[in-house]
């Protein structure tokens, strides 16, 4: 599965943005979708994952994001609202088959980076 990321911008903090992760495939619905951030000199960091059936966030943004998925689209959604400049990142979307996972080695395929930026 291929997968590309957008909707990255800058925004004032306390604003909202939605990231958009397209994938490719005819077997969408059967991958997990997950939403993983890297700031600079920091490791990349979990943020967010959709099964099929559940959805699942990190605690650094548990009531600001919400993850959703169009299988019609092949498409996953992250909306981000009430932003932080610790939210400042590159943001990077991939999946793997089936199941949840929140570690990066566990993921198969990752779309390219859309850029985050907030400002205070």
């Known amino acids: 599965v291929q997968l590309q990321a957008s909707g990255g911008g800058l925004v004032q903090a306390g604003g909202s943005l939605r990231l958009s992760c397209a994938a490719s495939?005819?077997?969408?619905?059967?991958?997990?979708i997950g939403w993983f951030r890297q700031a600079p000199g920091k490791e990349r960091e979990f943020v967010a994952a959709v099964t099929w059936s559940r959805t699942y966030f990190a605690d650094s943004v548990k009531g600001r994001f919400t993850i959703s998925r169009d299988n019609a689209k092949n498409t996953v959604y992250l909306q981000m609202n009430s932003l932080k400049p610790e939210d400042t990142a590159v943001y990077y979307c991939?999946?793997?088959?089936?199941?949840?996972?929140?570690?990066?080695?566990?993921?198969?395929?990752w779309g390219q980076g859309t850029q985050v930026t907030v400002s205070s």
């Open positions: 495939g005819r077997t969408f619905r059967s991958y997990a």
């Open positions: 991939a999946a793997r088959t089936y199941y949840y996972s929140e570690y990066v080695e566990e993921y198969d395929y």
